[in-house]
């Protein structure tokens, strides 16, 4: 992973124009609960960017708020150097941008075939028709796991009976069909082996080497923000509280930023 930090500099900066999302003073609240307090977040295209905080701080929101699951309150949201109005999760997936949720909501009796294609079969008619769609989708997810470097995944097993890891890239896989130009993962290595989080850190450094832009919520500092992302953005009580090129940073600094010491005490007060 780490040897392809160099050629990820220059292809984030190659794109040089507009980040693909650009989020400034997000404000969001909950009744009288303020979860988001000015927060901003910029992705660019063909970078892997980790969303850090404790608990509460706001990521989740923040990223509901990008994937269109949540309206903010107030700020700005723009979309490749647009300002975009997404008022539903149809609005965000319909300009390119991608949700993988922490349960993955994959069904386990399906196989991985049909748990790519889910609710969007291209259905024939009668029963020759719907074999031959399933031959089509069959085609369509050796292709797309393939080109994700997963061909070893069996299309056949439920994926019930499939390890952690495995279930995680079918999941951002699906995310994949719809050629989406942003991807936000919620915790994508929180049930995993530190081995399956390394595979998920090498799937998400080649989409993004693929020119995707790539959003990544995780607590998984050490192992997995560090070694798998390259930029970090720290939310603590609803903003921001700092902002690293991973290169830059140990996982210490990190967690002292997340927490904030004495700083955060009296943010809190
Ligand atoms: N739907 C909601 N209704 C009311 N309050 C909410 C809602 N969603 C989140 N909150 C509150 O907003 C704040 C931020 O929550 P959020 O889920 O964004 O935090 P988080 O950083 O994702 O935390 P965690 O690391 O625990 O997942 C919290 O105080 C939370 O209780
Ligand atoms: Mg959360």
Not at 145 to 173: C, D, F, H, K, Y
Not at 244 to 265: I, P, S
Request: aromatic share 4%.
């Amino acid at each position: 992973m780490t040897d392809m930090s160099v050629g990820r500099e220059r292809h984030v900066q190659a794109q040089g124009a507009a980040p693909l999302i650009s989020m400034r003073n997000i404000h969001k609240k909950f009744g009288s609960l303020h979860a988001l307090r000015g927060a901003s977040l910029d992705v660019h295209a063909g970078e892997v960017v980790a969303l850090v905080g404790d608990n509460g701080a706001g990521k989740s929101t923040m990223v509901k708020v990008m994937a269109g699951a949540h309206m903010a309150t107030s700020g700005e949201y723009d979309f490749e150097g647009k300002p975009v109005k997404i008022n539903s999760p149809t609005d965000a997936n319909a300009l390119g941008i991608q949700t993988v949720y922490q349960d993955l909501a994959l069904c386990s009796n399906l196989d991985a075939v049909q748990n790519l294609f889910l609710g969007r079969e291209l259905t024939g008619s009668g029963l020759f028709g719907r074999r031959i769609k399933r031959a089509e989708c069959e085609v369509k997810a050796r292709e797309v796991l393939s080109r994700m470097r997963l061909g070893n995944l069996s299309l056949t097993r439920p994926v019930g009976a499939m390890s952690g890891g495995q279930r995680q890239n079918i999941a951002i896989a699906r995310s994949i069909l719809w050629t989406p130009k942003v991807v936000i993962l919620d915790e994508p290595t929180a049930a995993l082996s530190h081995s399956a989080a390394e595979q998920v850190g090498d799937l998400i450094r080649r989409l993004a080497d693929q020119g995707l832009g790539i959003v990544v919520v995780s607590h998984d500092i050490h192992n997995f923000v560090v070694n798998a992302t390259d930029r970090i953005e720290v939310m603590r009580l609803g903003a921001n509280a700092a902002s690293f090129r991973t290169g830059d940073v140990t996982g210490e600094q990190v967690v002292n930023a997340m927490v904030g010491g004495n700083e955060g005490v009296n943010l809190a007060g």
